[in-house]
């Protein structure tokens, strides 16, 4: 979608989207709608990856253990180096930064460096108590953005 197409369509101007995702099987979905909201509009994807304490990518509950954080960097760098291959083999500009701390801080300290049009996250399916008594991070993204937030389910 051309950049005239898109006023016509009342949508503002995409020049870069920032997606966040965690290796999840929601985190592909989320992935798959950037990488179409960037090939319709030329945007650039700045893929952001966070990790902390003791989350596991992977494993929906999380265990605080002692140096889980050199575990879990290794992981979200190639999480992220995965993300960029797929969105550049599909003809997509992107960038992948990888975060040490919470997703909401990730994603706002890119807010801040880089500027997107838009940021994209998931909604994600799992129900955790920390989630209930605290927030989802994709609420919280959607309370503090400055930007338009896009929440894929």
């Known amino acids: ?4 197409m898109q006023q016509a369509a009342g949508l503002p101007p995409l020049a870069r989207i920032l997606v966040g995702i965690d290796g999840t099987a929601e985190a592909a979905r989320t992935l798959e709608v950037t990488q179409g909201l960037a ?3 030329g945007a650039e994807v700045i893929v952001v990856v966070a990790f902390d304490e ?3 990518f992977e494993r929906p509950a999380a265990t605080i253990v002692d140096g889980a954080v050199d575990e879990d960097e290794p992981e979200a760098e ?8 797929q969105l ?8 992948a930064i990888v975060f040490e701390g ?3 801080q990730a994603v706002n300290a890119v807010l801040d460096d880089e500027q997107p049009d838009l940021v994209v996250v998931g ?5 955790r108590a920390r989630e209930f008594v605290f927030g989802s991070n994709a609420e919280k993204v959607v309370r503090t953005s400055p930007v338009s937030v ?3 389910r």
């Open 88 to 95: 550049e083999r599909a003809g997509v500009t992107t960038r």
């Open 102 to 104: 919470t997703f909401p």
């Open 39 to 41: 090939l319709a509009t």
């Open 123 to 127: 909604a994600g399916q799992r129900a």
């Open 78 to 85: 190639a999480i992220a180096r995965h993300a960029q291959d």
């Open 54 to 56: 003791a989350w596991s």
């Open 150 to 152: 896009l929440v894929v």
């Open 1 to 4: 979608m051309t950049e005239p």
